[in-house]
């Protein structure tokens, strides 16, 4: 029964903005860090951000530090990731992530994982 729902791609020129948000449910929702992953065709899925169970700390990939900001709603079950500045690098299907741990940018121990929503920068 635990769902997470990725919404808010798109296509976006480059130097555009997008918010995407994560919609979590069947599970305690401030229990979970939660991070964002990102996967090009022909590429291996690869961390983006990450955010601890109260949004106290937050960790991300070199090449977004400065353009992307990761934030979450518990009140909401949510988990949103700003992102500006966009580049067509930053081109992938966006995954959203829960682990019942600590916050982590290893893809193989999340618990949960969403369908993913495409994010496509192309003038």
């Known amino acids: 029964q635990v769902q997470l729902v990725e919404s808010g791609g798109g296509l976006v020129q480059p130097g555009g903005s997008l918010r995407l948000s994560c919609a979590a449910s069947?599970?305690?929702?401030?229990?979970?860090?939660m991070g964002w992953f990102r996967q090009a065709p022909g590429k291996e899925r690869e961390f983006v951000a990450a955010i601890t169970r109260t949004g106290s700390s937050t960790r991300y990939v070199d090449s977004v530090k400065g353009r992307f900001t990761i934030s979450r709603d518990n009140a909401k079950n949510t988990v949103y990731l700003q992102m500006n500045s966009l580049k067509p690098e930053d081109t992938a299907v966006y995954y959203c992530?829960?682990?019942?741990?600590?916050?982590?940018?290893?893809?193989?121990?999340?618990?949960?994982w969403g369908q993913g929503t495409q994010v496509t920068v192309s003038s």
């Open positions: 992530g829960a682990n019942r741990n600590t916050m982590t940018t290893t893809m193989n121990v999340y618990d949960y």
């Open positions: 069947g599970l305690t929702f401030s229990n979970y860090a």
